[in-house]
């Protein structure tokens, strides 16, 4: 086994000098550990120097992926040249932080140069010195992904502060359990954002996380993977203040509907509540006076209001471009199905008698499919995503169902050697 003591002292090489990868006469890099950091300049210092210390056996680098604002990147360029550790730092500059932690730790992978790729949070709650198990599991087991787990043996949810925190942490590992039984069985900490990813098993380029549970994302859009759990002490924040929030919560709440009910059937779920405007609004005017056809059409502005509120958040969440400049386009075709509905809402009401509210559900019925078709194509059709900029190391491509001889070389000193991989579900 290769150690890095055996190894020249790493450089830290500027952030836009190409990721050098050794060939086959020199090291290979074992791990990347990408740690996405938000105003964590405090952290830091500590956190390089425990990782340094846990990674004394292992050929890795680390990657911080950071959205600060308050010194975070100065303080990695300043600590860095302190450590044995290869540091990069990908900077994304406010207005450009896409997909909040997700999307950190998702671009944070198209820079990783080594074949294993380590999710680490930056305030310490998540132990360095369990990178060296979770490695170990991976290479021992085969596995796909290892997560660290607040919940089986070795375990320990200890650093939640507050009853509150413990509920809403244990509450939404259920949920997400229940809401995929078969993709999640056997995964005890779904909400875990401590874990080892198997890089080529992974198409890391076709995730869009929102929010910061990268993991749920991965385990619930990839085919199938090995999944292992390795347990680890969640400790308490090392300092400042959590990033967590009442608005990280909605995101989860709304990224896991996304990723439990198709698209189709959530755009079915919003334009039947926006029945409810049009319906209402059309009863209301008519009965005001207003003939039914005008009511219908004054109706039918409110519900593509509406309409395009729910789709901007249930439906295609997250699309570039300003909102303001899709709704003309967006409003634009929802006035156009009354070229379908209009006349078959005056046959309905004019020749067959049919009363107004019926007649109006109808002809909104009828209109649904199209109007769905038409507006995925048209107002929210799908851009190719540019990769982050910097430094970019090679891509790991292919799906092998086991590690390579060379990546079964690469067990770190914690590692049992001999094991064979099983075909157990994890």
């Known amino acids: 086994m290769l150690r890095r003591s055996d190894l020249p002292r790493p450089r830290n090489p500027p952030d836009d000098e190409p990721v050098p990868v050794r060939g086959a006469r020199g090291p290979h890099l074992q791990v990347s ?3 996405p950091t938000r105003n ?3 952290n830091v210092a500590p956190l390089l120097r425990r990782l340094d210390a846990a990674l004394a056996g292992v050929a890795g680098e680390v990657i911080f992926v950071d959205d600060s604002d308050d010194g975070t990147q100065r303080e990695i360029e300043r600590v860095r040249a302190t450590v044995r550790l290869p540091v990069r730092i990908h900077h994304r500059a406010a207005g450009q932080r896409a997909g909040g932690l997700g999307g950190a730790v998702t671009e944070g992978f198209a820079l990783c140069a080594a074949p294993f790729a380590v999710i680490i949070d930056g305030d310490l709650q998540h132990p360095p010195e369990t990178i060296p198990d979770l490695l170990a599991a991976a290479v021992r087991d ?29 509450g939404s590992n259920l949920l997400c359990r229940l809401a995929f039984p078969r993709r999640l069985r056997g995964v ?69 509907f996304a990723l439990r009910v198709p698209r189709a ?47 901007e958040l249930l439906v295609w969440d997250r699309r570039d471009g ?4 899709r709704y003309p386009t967006f409003a634009l075709l929802n006035n156009l199905d009354l070229v379908i509905r ?85």
């Open 188 to 256: 005890s900490d779904v909400m875990s954002g401590f874990f080892l990813v198997r890089v080529a098993a992974v198409d890391t380029a076709g995730l869009r996380p929102d929010g910061y549970k990268i993991l749920l994302e991965l385990l619930a859009t990839a085919g199938q993977l090995r999944v292992r759990e390795v347990g680890y002490t969640f400790a308490e924040r090392h300092a400042g203040a959590s990033n967590a929030s009442m608005t990280e919560g909605l995101r989860f709440a709304r990224r896991l």
């Open 142 to 170: 085969g596995a796909d992904v290892v997560v660290a787990s607040r919940y089986v043996a070795g375990g320990s949810a200890s650093g939640l502060s507050g009853a509150v925190r413990h509920f809403v942490s244990s």
């Open 265 to 311: 059937a959530r755009f079915a779920l919003v334009g039947a509540s926006g029945t409810a405007p049009n319906l209402l609004g059309t009863a209301a005017l008519h009965h005001l006076g207003l003939h039914y056809l005008a009511a219908a059409i004054i109706a039918t502005q409110a519900a593509i209001a509406w309409n395009f509120v729910g789709c």
């Open 33 to 35: 550990v990408v740690v």
């Open 342 to 426: 209009l006349p078959l809402l005056a046959l309905l009401v004019g020749r067959w008698g049919v009363g107004v509210g019926i007649a109006t559900l109808l002809s909104l019925a009828a209109a649904v499919l199209v109007r769905y078709l038409v507006v995925d194509r048209l107002v929210y059709r799908t851009r190719p995503v540019p990769p982050p900029t910097g430094r970019r190391a090679p891509r790991h491509l292919g799906g092998r169902a086991r590690p390579t001889a060379r990546e079964r070389t690469l067990v770190p000193a914690a590692a049992a050697a001999g094991e064979e991989a099983t075909d157990a579900p994890g």
């Open 40 to 42: 964590e300049v405090h």
């Open 322 to 325: 300003s909102r303001l400049r």
